[in-house]
T-cell receptor, first 117, second 117 residues
Framework: GAGVSQSPRYKVAKRGQDVALRCDPISGHVSLFWYQQALGQGPEFLTYFQNEAQLDKSGLPSDRFFAERPEGSVSTLKIQRTQQEDSAVYLC???????????????FGPGTRLTVL | AQTVTQSQPEMSVQEAETVTLSCTYDTSESDYYLFWYKQPPSRQMILVIRQEAYKQQNATENRFSVNFQKAAKSFSLKISDSQLGDAAMYFCAYRSATSGSARQLTFGSGTQLTVLP
């Protein structure tokens, strides 16, 4: 069965380059989340979409980070002028509903490991 | 803001034995959910078990069970009959159930579990 997929799995960028990370959620899932996971740490929330609407972007660390989900399915996380501190695994998760019920489980993708040299 | 603390960066257990992973959290909310996720080296975050805060009965999923102490804000995971495939990083996570609250997960820093043959 199709789960959440992310591409690329690995990305190496030179400091100052722009990068784009893609997330394909499970088909029909309303909610989509982006998390950033530094080495040896737990994931930290970046942003949340309900369909195409970005309802929460409070976790984005700077204005160099931008996310979109224009048609309510695929999402792209863009990082402009990458810095070494942006090196991390970027995880995407989707859930079927937009609510807060217990059964609204988040399904995670395998992540994209970004290394900024 | 909610915080989740995992005070054991690393744990080890002998195959077939039992191990308990600790988690504490801080919140002013009364309605929330707690989760344990497993993250193997492949990075795919997998839900292990979940608990609704208003339920006093501890959740159980096969060899995995929790000890939920709401007053103490403690949520430990017990793995019985440990198997080699249980080796992974384990994350405790919190999600609010309060109307108007954030929908994302708040994670602890993780416990790396090693299973010894």
């Amino acid at each position: 069965g199709a789960g959440v997929s992310q591409s690329p799995r690995y990305k190496v960028a030179k400091r100052g380059q722009d990068v784009a990370l893609r997330c394909d959620p499970i088909s029909g899932h309303v909610s989509l989340f982006w998390y950033q996971q530094a080495l040896g740490q737990g994931p930290e929330f970046l942003t949340y979409f309900q369909n195409e609407a970005q309802l929460d972007k409070s976790g984005l660390p700077s204005d160099r980070f931008f996310a979109e989900r224009p048609e309510g399915s695929v999402s792209t996380l863009k990082i402009q002028r990458t810095q070494q501190e942006d090196s991390a695994v970027y995880l995407c998760a989707s859930s079927l509903l937009g609510g807060r019920t217990m059964g609204n489980e988040q399904f995670f993708g395998p992540g994209t490991r970004l290394t900024v040299l | 803001a909610q915080t989740v603390t995992q005070s054991q960066p690393e744990m080890s257990v002998q195959e077939a034995e039992t191990v308990t992973l600790s988690c504490t959290y801080d919140t002013s909310e009364s309605d929330y959910y707690l989760f344990w996720y497993k993250q193997p080296p492949s990075r795919q975050m997998i839900l292990v078990i979940r608990q609704e805060a208003y339920k006093q009965q501890n959740a159980t999923e096969n060899r995995f069970s929790v000890n939920f102490q709401k007053a103490a804000k403690s949520f430990s995971l017990k793995i019985s009959d440990s198997q080699l495939g249980d080796a992974a990083m384990y994350f405790c996570a919190y999600r609010s159930a309060t109307s108007g609250s954030a929908r994302q997960l708040t994670f602890g820093s993780g416990t790396q579990l090693t299973v010894l043959p």
